[in-house]
């Protein structure tokens, strides 16, 4: 029945992708800036903040961009070079055809992007997707990387029971489902899928889902977000995250419905370094959701360890 209804809303909502020009002209201002890195990817990243600071790069979650982390910029970039990217496929960032987001491939991305600005030490923080794929890029280039933030990061295997995932994930594991996302106007998708992913939906306003809608009709992006390896983001162990020595802290809204809290208490402890807050009242954005607050914290833990 999944699958027959999205059949139907396909003849209603098919749309071919945009033209990049309009929507890098609506979007872009002094702050944002592209980098060619190998492999054809031209990566669109936001750079906030003193050039010579210490520098904090920031990774969002699937489909999401830059844009998450709006609120934290404006209250780190005081202190911090606030480096916000757009993987590929997301955002204003552009990659070819074949480009498959994995774990792995990501996390050497940044590591490839941080060379380019010629960063010797960076922290990283990420959330959802791009929490999964912080932590790996802890664990490739430990003398690099000086702290880790997970906010709601992605890693562990599910484990019992969870919260039934919005509507685009269900349609994700399946392979017609992936081909009928890639020709359609995911609008009312994302609609339904972030609502329901914060505790209060009145936050996701029309004007967050006409961005999200609008990157993701780029040319290219629809191909990308529907190639995710979702399994290689699901790789943590508490063997393998032993290894990470570096500060590191873990934040999660106790109403998460897509990565349960009790992920982050996972990874908590794994990682010997790590501090854990849970914010009540609070879903699976919480940069979003509780920007000063969230922001505050990360502020004051980087402040604490001396980055």
């Known amino acids: 029945m999944l ?14 992708d945009l033209p990049r020009e309009p929507i890098l002209a609506k979007y872009t201002g002094a702050d944002d ?7 054809e990817i031209r990566l669109h990243y936001r750079d906030q903040g003193k050039p010579d600071a210490p520098a904090l790069i920031l990774l ?29 496929g997301h955002g204003l960032s552009d990659a070819p055809e074949g480009f ?28 959802s997707m791009g929490g999964g794929i912080a932590w790996r890029v802890a664990l490739a280039h430990p003398q690099r990387v000086s702290a880790l933030i997970l906010a709601a990061a992605a890693g562990w295997p599910p484990q019992g029971e969870r919260a039934k995932p919005s509507l685009a994930f269900r349609i994700l594991q399946h392979p017609l489902g992936r081909e009928i996302l890639m020709r359609i106007d995911n609008r009312p998708l994302i609609a339904q899928g972030l609502r329901s992913q914060v505790h209060d939906a009145a936050l996701i306003t029309d004007a967050v889902i006409d961005r999200w809608a609008e990157y993701q009709l780029l040319p290219g ?19 393998r995250l ?41 879903g699976h954005l919480p940069q979003r959701e509780i920007p000063e607050r969230s922001a505050g914290d990360v502020a004051d833990f980087l402040a604490r360890h001396a980055i």
Do not use: K
Request: proline residues 6%; negative net charge; aromatic residues 8%.
């Open 3 to 16: 699958l027959i209804g999205v059949a139907a809303a396909f003849l209603w909502l098919r749309a071919p």
């Open 33 to 39: 800036h592209f980098l060619d890195l190998p492999g």
């Open 60 to 88: 969002h979650g699937y489909g999401d961009s830059y844009a998450t982390w709006e609120g934290w910029a404006a209250r780190l970039a005081g202190r911090y070079r606030v480096l916000s990217l757009d993987l590929p």
């Open 100 to 127: 498959t987001l994995d774990g792995a491939r990501c996390a050497e991305l940044v590591a490839s992007f941080a060379d380019a600005l010629h960063l010797e030490r960076f922290a990283v923080a990420g959330n």
């Open 221 to 239: 992006h629809r191909r990308i977000l529907m190639s995710a390896v979702l399994p290689s983001l699901q790789q943590a162990s508490a063997e």
């Open 242 to 282: 032993a290894a990470i020595r570096v500060p590191t802290l873990i934040l999660h809204g106790a109403d998460d419905p897509l990565i349960p809290s009790s992920d982050s208490q996972r990874f908590h402890a794994a990682i010997a370094a790590s501090e854990l807050i849970i914010y009540p009242d609070v």
